[in-house]
T-cell receptor, first 113, second 111 residues
């Protein structure tokens, strides 16, 4: 069964450094998302991406965050200057058509020191 | 503030019994409803989705939706120890396809 693939599985970064989290959505999917989950808390929506542009973003997704689909397969989340509070699990999700269920990758655990 | 509410639990159910998980949501315009299972340290795994009022069954799982009451539930029949996990209710809210998650209900199946 096709899967959403995320790399790396764990990223450790010094505060203030830039980090890029990578995702390969399921190949025929059109809608892409990033979510985060701080330890012990709920899964939170960050951003949705469709037709090569952001379709919606949350209050969390401020100027330090950006997303990109640099080629036909990868979908990346960049955090420009990381803060301690960015430490969380980051999940990428995708689906094919509107209203279809979202399928999640295994996540990247981001630890900011 | 658009929200999804779940009892955090833990909900303890004997093996072989029916586990009943509940969820309410605030946005009357919501059209899509999802149940995900999340094991500790893992990603959400889709269990069920439902779009219309009524029941939807898939194996041991039944999702129930009542849009008038803004209520969605998940029944797990013949509960197994492997069903022990956190169950996340997720609802499509607002424009677009983003989903808002509840905090999840921890389910513990007692052997």
């Amino acid at each position: 069964e096709p899967e959403v693939t995320q790399t790396p599985s764990h990223q450790v970064t010094q505060m203030g450094q830039e980090v890029i989290l990578r995702c390969v959505p399921i190949s025929n999917h059109l809608y892409f998302y990033w979510y985060r989950q701080i330890l012990g808390q709920k899964v939170e929506f960050l951003v949705s991406f469709y037709n090569n542009e952001i379709s919606e973003k949350s209050e969390i997704f401020d100027d330090q965050f950006s997303v990109e689909r640099p080629d036909g397969s990868n979908f990346t989340l960049k955090i420009r200057s990381t803060k301690l509070e960015d430490s969380a699990m980051y999940f990428c999700a995708s689906h094919g058509y509107s209203n279809q269920p979202q399928h999640f990758g295994d996540g990247t655990r981001l630890s900011i020191l | 503030q658009k929200e999804v509410e779940q009892n955090s639990g833990p909900l303890s159910v004997p093996e072989g019994a029916i586990a009943s998980l509940n969820c309410t949501y605030s946005d009357r315009g919501s059209q899509s409803f999802f149940w995900y299972r999340q094991y500790s340290g893992k990603s959400p795994e889709l269990i069920m989705f439902i779009y219309s009022n009524g029941d939807k069954e898939d194996g041991r799982f039944t999702a129930q939706l009542n849009k008038a009451s803004q209520y969605v539930s998940l029944l797990i029949r013949d509960s197994q120890p492997s069903d022990s996990a956190t169950y996340l209710c997720a609802v499509n809210m607002g424009r677009g396809d983003k989903i808002i998650f509840g905090k999840g209900t921890r389910l513990h199946i007692l052997p």
